[in-house]
C-alpha cells in the first residue's frame, strides 16, 4: 500500500487550511518531501518477523538489525511533535455518538448527510471539499486504506479532528496501525516507502535479490 507525496503547489488558493496545519504542525513538511522507492523483501521481511515477536514488544530482526518501530522511535526519526491527543481519543472513543459532530466538521454546508443514522456508509460524495483533500492525505499517509470512496467511523474521526486543529500524535497512530496489520493477517503491508527509507537510515544492508517498488504520484 504505496504512500505519496503530498504537493503544496496551490493550497494557498484553495485549500489555505490545510497549508496553514502543514506549516505550523511540527514535522508534518516531512510528508512533502520526496518518497523513495519502497523495498519489497525488506518491508515483507519486517511484517514476517512482526508477526513472531511477544505480545506487547514493538521490536523485531530486520536483516541485520533490530529495528524499533514504537511511537517514540518513530517520533525521534521522523521528529513530530510530542502531543497527549486527548481531544481527539475522546471522539474516537464516543463511537456513533460522534457522528452529529462529525456531520458539522465533514459534511458539505448545508446538507443533512444520511450517514448522520448509525450504520449508514460516510461516503466521499457527502464530504466538503477541504474535508476531501483529509481525506485523501489520512488513507494515503497516516491511517492507509484501499478503499478510496468509502470513510470507516475512526478515520473519519481522525480527519475531523485534524480539520479542527486537536494534536495528533501520528508515530503512536502507526506504530498502532503497524501491529494491527499483522494481527488481522492483512496482505498489504502499510508504509512502505516510509519503512524502506528509516531501515535505509538505521543501516539495514540490502540484498541483492531486494525488488524495489515506484511510490505513487504525488497528490495535492
Known amino acids: 500500500m504505496l504512500e505519496r507525496q503530498f504537493l503544496m503547489k496551490d493550497l494557498n488558493k484553495h485549500n489555505p487550511n ?6 505550523e504542525r511540527k514535522g508534518w513538511k516531512w510528508f512533502t518531501n520526496n518518497i523513495i522507492d519502497a523495498n519489497e523483501y525488506l518491508v515483507k521481511e519486517f511484517y514476517a518477523n512482526i508477526a513472531h515477536i511477544r505480545q506487547g514488544t514493538k521490536v523485531t530482526k530486520v536483516w541485520n538489525l533490530k529495528i524499533c518501530f514504537d511511537s517514540c522511535a518513530v517520533n525521534k526519526y521522523v521528529v513530530f511533535e510530542k502531543v497527549e491527543a ?34 449508514v456508509p460516510i461516503v466521499r460524495v457527502t464530504l466538503n471539499f477541504e474535508a476531501k483533500g483529509w481525506k485523501t492525505f489520512v488513507c494515503s499517509r497516516i491511517d492507509p486504506c484501499l478503499n478510496e470512496n468509502m470513510l470507516i467511523l475512526p478515520r473519519a474521526v481522525l480527519v475531523a479532528s485534524i480539520m479542527v486543529g486537536y494534536p495528533i500524535n501520528i508515530s503512536a497512530i502507526m506504530s498502532i496501525n503497524i501491529i494491527l496489520a499483522v494481527q488481522k493477517g492483512e496482505r498489504s503491508y502499510l508504509y512502505p516507502n516510509f519503512l524502506t527509507k528509516y531501515f535505509k537510515d538505521l543501516g539495514v544492508e540490502p540484498k541483492h535479490y531486494d525488488t524495489e517498488v515506484n511510490a505513487k504520484k504525488p497528490f495535492s
Open 18 to 23: 490545510v497549508l496553514r496545519q502543514f506549516q
Open 86 to 119: 486527548v481531544q481527539y481519543l475522546e471522539k474516537l472513543a464516543m463511537g456513533d455518538a460522534a457522528r452529529p459532530w462529525l456531520a458539522e466538521i465533514l459534511a458539505i454546508p448545508g446538507s443533512t448527510p444520511a450517514w448522520l443514522t448509525v450504520g
